[in-house]
């Protein structure tokens, strides 16, 4: 009876509150660690989110107005025609090809660390010329809605010189004389696209610095999630100059 008594005593107290406890105690996860991990997970995927889905951009200059305001803030889709992998030269593809007249954002040649917003008018094969501020695609003059004119008197820019070396065969280049309202026509190559902003007199685009390649196409502008007047004097504008009417306003 004893033996019987001590071994029940023996297995109470091995299985006994206290022990539960302690094992309970012993399963109870580490706060601080479990936070760590769900911090890190939520980086992760934010990382992956910004670098092959979507992008951010704000707009900081009118070389897009009135499609585009200083103050809107875009959601881009990186996905549709693929993204650059960082650190690489590989491209994932996307779902998508660039398309004429998307509005899209890219990295210009003329600056690495700069990424630009404009509307894309030349596509491969194409053949360009302006003249007197109208558009011509393969001699076709263009319709566009979304342009702004502004009183500026045209000019001649140094940097234009590039189009010398893609003029269309038989146009004298030693007389080319091109200006930001007359120029062309010149032939698009095969992996190059031409860039014009749509406030077309102010805009620092593709008739200065050039075609851009394919790989820096970052992505196309959707829509605007948030705007307000960033050019006001007013304190607090993103509070007090909020431009509801924008807000979701698709891109076209």
Known sequence: MSKRANGKDEEEKAGGPGSRSKAAADRKPNTAVEWGKSILVAFVLFILLRTFLVQTFVITSGSMEDTLLVGDMLMVNRAAMGTRIPLTTVR???????????????????????????????????????????????????????????????????????????????????????????????????????????????????????????WRLEGRAVFIYFSYNKESYRPFPWLREIRWGRIGQGIH
């Open 92 to 214: 994932l593809p996307g779902y998508s090809e660039p398309r004429r007249f998307d509005v899209i954002v890219f990295d210009p040649p003329h600056e690495e660390s700069l990424k630009l917003v404009k509307r894309l008018i030349g596509m491969p094969g194409d053949t360009l010329q302006m003249r007197n501020r109208v558009l011509y695609i393969d001699g076709v003059a263009q319709e566009e809605p979304y342009l702004k004119h502004t009183d500026v008197a045209d000019e001649m820019h140094p940097w234009m010189e590039w189009q010398r070396d893609y003029l269309l065969p038989g146009v004298d280049r030693r007389s080319y004389a091109p200006t930001r309202d007359n120029w062309g026509p010149i032939v698009i190559p095969e992996s190059r696209y031409f860039m014009l902003g749509d406030n077309r007199e102010t805009s620092l685009d593709s008739r200065y610095w050039g075609l851009l390649e394919r």
